[in-house]
């Protein structure tokens, strides 16, 4: 399948900070095969005009939960550890297969139509969730989250469920969908487990290949109690002894890190998934961003779950993350629209190991088309910041995932919206909250 995308306004997320205008992007199966001025050679198999529309790479949201869609708004008002034990966790007990295939195809059907063409996931029945990932076309890191509570002396790989479902994802998942899907090894965090389990994932993503994904300091009692069980030592700190950041690694929220973190993670390129809206709304506390940016770390964003977050429009995160840094900072330019558009793509892709985030030949064709003839977006006298602090997701015309187009003019290609919509409504919702 060939694509040729004219009249294209774009911005390229390159290291120039690149505008295109009045130029053209050509695809050819899963790739961009060119982007300039002039037209390319040859004929195609459909061109879409982009007159009156901005295109962008596509969102990477680099730190998800997306079953949880289902619980949207659920147990609102609460902190974290309350939230979590006296909410989440018994809704969570109820879950099986078909649940999270619903949830799954609600949250991507979200995703789909706000931009988001790629993901980092953490949850569990994962493969279930590998399926729905595929089958809707966006691309993925999956991760079961490894969670441990047992007696570390009685710790085994053997009758440690985390771990077998680990080997599970791997073997039947990884790199499914010509690297469509990823496998990544994974710990919830340090304080749902304890050393042997990050031990055992350290190691596993070494003989792997592959990358490793982790909440870290989203509390300030999951920090300081990390630091009072480990002589001092932060979960950034404590981990790394264990080898847990010897590979691509993401740690999500990051709120409580501090320059001693930072300077492990920029070493080892472990890059932060800042959450601006999940910590601001479950009153966790603001993450050091521009800091840790001037401190050589990658830092890339995601929502967290709908049920800490409300949506996973990922404009609303991109503008949060700018406005909120920048006025914590009392400084204006402490986050700029680009760098904030940059964490949510290019930046995003870094830390998932993805060849994506940038309009440029050689790179997988994640491509958005954003409409500048709505009301919100006109006028536009400089389409960063439109894009930045005025768009929302329901200016998207378009998703390009892959190559391929899933999402047109509120038509989903991928995803039978409606009959997701029954089984959400008429199976998963009774069976979590009945």
């Not at 993805?354 to 050689?362: S, V, W």
Request: hydrophobic share 40%; proline share 4%.
């Amino acid at each position: 399948m060939t694509t040729l995308f004219t009249n294209v306004t774009a911005l390229l997320m390159d290291e120039a900070s690149t505008t295109l205008r009045y130029g053209y992007v050509a695809v050819e199966g899963s790739k961009i095969s060119y982007v300039g001025p002039n037209r390319p050679q040859g004929d195609f198999d459909q061109i879409i005009d982009c007159t009156g529309k901005v295109m962008m790479p596509g969102f990477v949201n680099a730190h998800t939960h997306i079953p949880m869609t289902l619980m949207r708004g659920y147990g609102g008002g609460h902190d974290l550890q309350s939230w979590l034990n006296d909410f989440i966790f018994p809704a969570e007990d109820k879950w099986d297969d078909r649940a999270i295939a619903a949830a799954t195809g609600l949250g991507l059907a979200e995703m789909i139509a706000s931009g988001v063409t790629c993901i980092a996931d953490m949850y569990m029945r994962t493969r279930v969730i590998a399926r729905q990932v595929l089958d809707a076309g966006i691309s993925a890191n999956l991760c079961v989250g490894g969670v441990y509570f047992g007696d570390p002396a009685q710790f085994s790989p053997e009758t440690c469920g985390d771990c077998g479902d680990m080997r599970a994802l791997f073997e039947e998942w990884h790199r499914a969908g010509d690297g469509q899907i990823l496998a990544d090894a994974s710990i919830h965090g340090e304080y749902t487990s304890s050393a042997p389990l990050w031990r055992w994932m350290a190691d596993y993503a070494q003989a792997h290949g592959l990358g490793m994904h982790v909440h870290v300091s989203e509390t300030r009692k999951e920090h300081d109690e990390c630091k009072a069980r480990h002589d001092g030592l932060t979960p950034i700190q404590i981990l790394d002894r264990y080898g847990v950041w010897d590979v691509r690694a993401i740690a999500a929220h990051c709120v409580y890190t501090t320059p001693e973190d930072w300077e492990i993670m920029a070493r080892k390129g472990v890059s932060c998934v800042h959450n601006p809206y999940s910590n601001l709304k479950l009153g966790s506390g603001v993450a050091p961003v521009p800091a840790m940016s001037r401190a050589g770390v990658n830092v890339a964003l995601g929502t967290d779950g709908v049920s800490s977050h409300n949506s996973v429009d990922m404009f609303a995160d991109v503008k949060l993350a700018a406005v909120l840094h920048n006025g914590v900072s009392c400084d204006p330019m402490a986050v700029t629209a680009r760098q904030a558009l940059g964490m949510a793509t290019v930046d995003g892709a870094r830390a998932l190991g993805r060849d994506t985030g940038r309009i440029e030949a050689g790179r997988t064709a994640d491509l958005i088309l954003v409409d500048f003839d709505a009301p919100n977006l006109i006028p536009c006298h400089d389409e960063a910041e439109d894009l930045a602090f005025s768009a929302h997701g329901s200016n998207v015309v378009m998703n390009m995932a892959r190559g391929r187009v899933i999402y047109q003019n509120g038509a989903f290609l991928t995803l039978d919206l409606e009959k997701i919509k029954a089984e959400v409504k008429r199976y998963a919702l009774p069976l979590l909250f009945k």
